[in-house]
Every structure is written in structure tokens, then in C-alpha cells.
């Protein structure tokens, strides 16, 4: 089986190449992601795997179908990014990776939780210059604080226990009910936000949950609350996260993920001119700290997506439609 694998970097052919023992499949990697002028590097597949900031658009659908490729496997859990409908229109079948490791994703939000708080990279490197001073390293105690979670799905749910196990009261939101461990008390949003002294984002990223955290729901957050967001960018309406960051509303940012990531993430453009103002702007600010979406990025992560990324691939070409089907 051809399959045509955008947006590769070279520990995804690693890990799929690993994967690939038989050699059953004969992946073309491309470290462009798709788009309208890309997808004809598909021609002769028989599938096209993809990643977060691939847009399989109905236009890029439509040339897919064109090419009679009728398989897309997603190796990352959200699918914001793919048209459903036009898939579904054009019979094209799309898989993806529902979980592969909800651990990496939410001890990377502890991670930004860790560090924000303790300042331990500021730490790091005032000791490799010789500045043992302490002024301006202050935390505070995690234990004892309150802790919002935005989502209480797989990854919210980890996140949870973890934050638990450092002694924090945990208070969730979610539209859906579902069964939760006694230590999360489910509560409005509204009261979520104007009571957690950090508050984590674990949602997906739908028409419904765009620009959830915005000038309104920010005005309802305590003053100096920290917000972290390893789900998905356009969560958070950016301009306003800016403005809140600037009257000292939220007291520390950390994002894995971005709105504009698309033009960003994954690149090195350490030599480029980044032409992107939100991002320079956030950059600047010393109580915000930004990695470029490495939530998932743990080795146990990157065997499971690879391992379930070829089953879908079989699955689908065997037109079995599991539980990773989502057309
Ligand atoms: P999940 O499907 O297990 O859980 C998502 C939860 O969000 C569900 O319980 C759902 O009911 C809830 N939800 C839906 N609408 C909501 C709303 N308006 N408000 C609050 N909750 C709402 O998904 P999982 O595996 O926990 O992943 C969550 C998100 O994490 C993914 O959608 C993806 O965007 C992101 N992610 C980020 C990664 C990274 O590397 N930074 C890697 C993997 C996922």
C-alpha cells in the first residue's frame, strides 16, 4: 500500500519505518504539509496520512478524490482540520489516533505548570552565567490551590490525577456527563473560572469551544490565574489573551499550541524574520512560556500513533469501520 505522509519530520519516518516491519507499506514522506498545491504529490497513492496543521479542506478532498485516493489516517487525536462532510460526501474514509498517550500530553501541561510557577528555565540559565541570586525566582505552593479543568475527556482526566497527587483541589467542566473520579468537582464553566488559580484547557477545538477563553470569559477569571493550553490554539482568542496578559489579568501563560501555529510550528526559522506580531508579542512577555505543540512528543507516544496509524491504514483499505473512523 502507497501512502503519501505529509508533514514529516524525521521522527515520524523513524517511528513509522520501525513500525513498517513486512514492509507492507511503501510511504513517499514529504515535509510539506498538504494543501491545495501539495496534494498532487499524492498522485499514484493509495492513501495520504496527516498531521495537525495539514487542512484537508473539501478542496484538497475533492483533488484527493480526483487522484482516487479514498483513505486519509490522521496520526494526531484532534481533526479540526479535516471537512468531514465533504469527506463524507466524496467517500473518502478518515481515520485517526483517539489516544495513543494522554499521560505525554497532559505531564507536558504539569511540565508548563512546573516551570512557569518555579522559573526553573530562568533558573537554569542565571546559574550557567554565574548569577546565583534568588530576586525574582518566587513561587508559590501548588498544593492547596485550585485547578480548572477544561475537559474532562482522556487527557483532562490524567491531568487531573496528577495535579490531585500535589495536593490541589480539582474542579472540571464539561458539557458532557460522564463518570469522574470523587477529587474532581464538576462545576460550571463560569464558576471554573472565577474560582481555579490555574486553569488548563482540554478540549477539543470545534465551532462550539473556538475562542472559548476570551475578553468575556477572561473578565470572569481571578486576577493573576495562570492558564495553560496544550489542546488546541484557536481556544483562545488571541489578541484578547494579550490584553489580559497586559493589565496582569492572567499572571503566567503557557501555550503548546497557537492559533497561527500553522506557519510556525515544527519549522526552524531561527535565521528567518517571523512575520507574525501576536506571537513576537507574546514571546516578549517574561511570565509566558511557548513550546511549539510537543505535548504528544514522547517516545511511547510516537510508537502507539504509528502502531494504530497502520492498523486504520489496513482497517480502512479493508473497509472496516472501528471505533477510529470518523467517516
Ligand atoms: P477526549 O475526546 O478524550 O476529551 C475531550 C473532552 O472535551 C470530552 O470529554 C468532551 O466532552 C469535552 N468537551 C467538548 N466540548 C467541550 C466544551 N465546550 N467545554 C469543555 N469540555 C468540552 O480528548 P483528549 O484525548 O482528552 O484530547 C483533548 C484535546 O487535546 C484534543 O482534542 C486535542 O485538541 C488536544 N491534543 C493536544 C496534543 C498536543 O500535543 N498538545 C496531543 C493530543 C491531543
Do not use: W
Not at 490524567?158 to 474532581?184: Q, R, W
Amino acid at each position: 500500500m502507497k501512502v503519501a505522509f505529509y508533514s514529516a519530520q524525521p521522527y515520524d519516518k523513524s517511528s513509522f519505518d520501525e513500525m513498517n516491519t513486512e514492509k507492507a507499506y511503501h510511504f513517499l514522506f514529504f515535509d510539506i504539509d498538504l494543501n491545495d498545491q501539495t496534494v498532487r504529490l499524492a498522485e499514484s497513492c493509495d492513501a495520504v496520512c496527516i498531521f495537525v496543521n495539514d487542512h484537508a479542506t473539501a478542496s484538497v478532498l475533492e483533488k484527493l478524490a480526483a487522484l482516487n485516493i479514498k483513505i486519509v489516517v490522521l496520526r494526531c487525536a484532534g481533526f479540526n482540520q479535516v471537512d468531514l462532510v465533504a469527506a463524507e460526501r466524496l467517500g473518502i474514509r478518515v481515520y485517526r489516533v483517539p489516544a495513543y498517550s494522554p499521560e505525554a500530553v497532559a505531564e507536558h501541561a504539569v511540565a508548563m505548570i512546573l516551570t512557569l510557577n518555579r522559573k526553573t528555565h530562568k533558573a537554569y540559565n542565571r546559574v550557567r552565567e554565574g548569577n546565583f541570586s534568588l530576586n525574582r525566582l518566587m513561587g508559590f505552593n501548588l498544593y492547596g490551590k485550585n485547578v480548572g479543568v477544561i475537559g474532562l475527556g482522556k487527557i483532562g482526566l490524567a491531568f487531573a490525577k496528577i495535579m490531585y497527587g500535589f495536593g490541589c483541589e480539582l474542579l472540571g467542566y464539561d458539557p458532557v456527563p460522564s463518570s469522574l473520579p470523587a477529587y474532581v468537582t464538576k462545576v460550571d464553566f463560569e464558576q471554573l473560572l472565577s474560582e481555579s488559580d490555574i486553569i488548563s484547557l482540554h478540549c477539543p477545538l470545534l465551532p462550539s469551544t473556538k475562542h472559548m477563553i476570551n475578553g468575556e470569559s477572561l473578565a470572569l477569571m481571578k486576577q493573576g490565574a495562570m492558564l495553560i493550553n496544550t489542546s488546541r490554539g484557536a481556544l483562545v482568542q488571541t489578541t484578547d489573551i494579550i490584553s489580559a496578559l497586559k493589565t496582569g489579568k492572567v499572571g503566567q501563560l503557557g501555550i503548546d499550541v497557537y492559533e497561527q501555529e500553522e506557519k510556525l510550528f515544527f519549522k526552524d526559522l531561527s535565521e528567518h524574520i517571523i512575520d507574525d506580531d501576536d506571537i513576537l508579542r507574546l514571546m516578549g512577555f517574561p511570565n509566558v512560556l511557548i513550546t511549539s505543540h510537543q505535548g504528544f512528543f514522547t517516545t511511547e507516544a510516537l510508537a502507539e500513533i504509528a502502531s494504530i496509524t497502520l492498523q486504520n491504514l489496513q482497517d480502512a483499505k479493508n473497509g472496516i469501520k472501528t471505533e477510529n473512523a470518523l467517516s
